[in-house]
């Protein structure tokens, strides 16, 4: 399995929507590669961030999840921009909350 193929099924393998073998290819390149490995930390880190805002306006985390099913793998960058914005917005969402109590 390729880096671009792995990081393409990061999003379907944390959902447990790949079929056993895949799972398993993922699994066994990300424990190989430090390069994916990254990726997947950070794409747990932000989906984490997104889950833990105290109240998340309606469709947060599928949009996010879906603007990074979206990006293209070889477009790095992008993919980053895309988890700097999500904690920004669950930054946003933490302290609107937090105002309104
Ligand atoms: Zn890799």
């Known amino acids: 399995?390729?880096?671009?193929?792995?990081?393409?099924?990061?999003s379907p393998y944390h959902d447990g929507a790949l079929g056993a073998g895949e799972a398993a290819a993922v699994s066994?390149?990300?424990?190989?590669c430090a390069a994916c490995g990254r990726e997947w930390e950070a794409?747990?880190?932000a989906l984490r961030v997104l889950i833990e805002a105290?109240?998340?306006?309606p469709?947060?985390?599928?949009?996010?999840?879906?603007?990074w099913r979206?990006?293209?793998s070889e477009d790095s960058p992008r993919?980053?921009?895309i988890l700097v914005v999500a904690y920004v917005?669950?930054?946003?969402?933490?302290?609107?909350?937090?105002r309104s109590c």
Do not use: K, N, W
Request: with cysteine.
């Open 1 to 10: 399995m390729t880096c671009r193929e792995c990081q393409d099924r990061l």
């Open 28 to 32: 066994a390149h990300l424990a190989s």
């Open 43 to 45: 794409y747990r880190r």
């Open 54 to 57: 105290p109240e998340e306006p």
């Open 59 to 67: 469709g947060l985390a599928s949009r996010v999840d879906g603007a």
């Open 70 to 72: 979206s990006a293209p």
């Open 79 to 81: 993919r980053g921009v």
């Open 89 to 98: 917005l669950a930054a946003i969402v933490t302290v609107l909350v937090l």
